[in-house]
């Protein structure tokens, strides 16, 4: 009996499980060769955007550039306060704004912005944003970005 007291007692002490890692472990949640393609893919969009002309705003190549940032954005760790690391980086927001940042590599970050009001041809509309943003030395520099309307722009047919 005394053999079966010890057993018992000996499983109790061992850990069950660990804590849960801090939210920004910096751990690549994209692959290198996957971001890499990426910001080629953003900058082939940016250069097509340039050449679009039509009613649609933003233009479809944008259109799409975002969706290919919030993709990533999905398959990132979000930060749940990123004010401090916004400020590090640079990032200014106006009042309204709503601003999510999501760890895509130790080096590469997207910052998605929701209500950003824009004044155009098209008229008053609301954008949201997603930027891709690469740490070269000490500094973060804008590599892609992409945007769709929320609401108010008139659609073609």
């Not at 690391?85 to 990032?91: A, S």
């Not at 080096?107 to 954008?127: L, T």
């Amino acid at each position: 009996m005394r053999c079966r007291l010890a057993v018992v007692s000996l499983c109790c002490m061992i850990p069950v499980g660990r804590a849960a890692p801090p939210a920004d472990t910096h751990r690549a949640a994209i692959g290198a060769e996957v971001l890499r393609a990426a910001e080629r893919e953003l900058a082939r969009l940016a250069s097509l955007a340039e050449q679009e002309k039509g009613p649609e705003h933003p233009p479809p190549s944008t259109q799409l550039a975002f969706m290919l940032l919030d993709g990533l954005a999905a398959q990132s760790v979000r930060e749940r306060e990123p004010t401090g690391e916004l400020r590090k980086m640079g990032v200014e927001l106006s009042k309204g704004e709503a601003v999510q940042l999501f760890i895509v590599a130790g080096d590469a970050r997207i910052v998605r912005v929701a209500g950003r009001p824009v004044q155009d041809k098209a008229g008053y509309w609301h954008r949201r944003q997603a930027i891709l943003l690469r740490r070269q030395g000490d500094r973060w520099v804008e590599r892609g970005t992409g945007s769709i309307a929320i609401d108010g722009v008139p659609q073609p047919e």
